[in-house]
Nanobody
């Protein structure tokens, strides 16, 4: 499995923004996405990106988070706006095993990047 490399985490106040980046060696050949895991909680899916460039955001971030891509750099970006303390988590870039993945299809994760939102 290809190594995924995330960057861009940090600490912000509520209402602030951050942009996460992930270099995906398998870019365009399988589904991509972002997950997050808060302390004491299970990892949850944030966004699924299909190979046709369509995507699906989980309800808790819809309208605040957006996706963009740079094909030339094999990179996906997660733009996070209007951040809330409950968005605090380790964020993981991920790839799955088909073109149109559901959450359970993801089987490869990066090392993660920490996002901390203070009230």
């Amino acid at each position: 499995q290809a190594n995924l490399v995330e960057s861009g985490g940090g600490s912000v106040q509520a209402g602030g923004s951050l942009r996460l980046s992930c270099v995906v060696p398998e870019y365009g050949r399988t589904c991509m996405g972002w997950f997050r895991q808060a302390p004491g909680k299970e990892r949850e899916g944030v966004v699924r990106i299909y190979t046709n460039n369509d995507y699906y955001f989980t309800e808790s971030v819809r309208g605040r988070f957006t996706i963009s891509q740079d094909r030339a750099k094999n990179t996906i970006y997660l733009q996070m706006n209007d951040l809330k303390p409950e968005d605090t988590a380790m964020y993981y870039c991920a790839t799955g095993r088909r073109d149109f993945c559901v959450w359970a299809d993801y089987n490869n994760w990066g090392q993660g990047t920490q996002v901390t939102v203070s009230a």
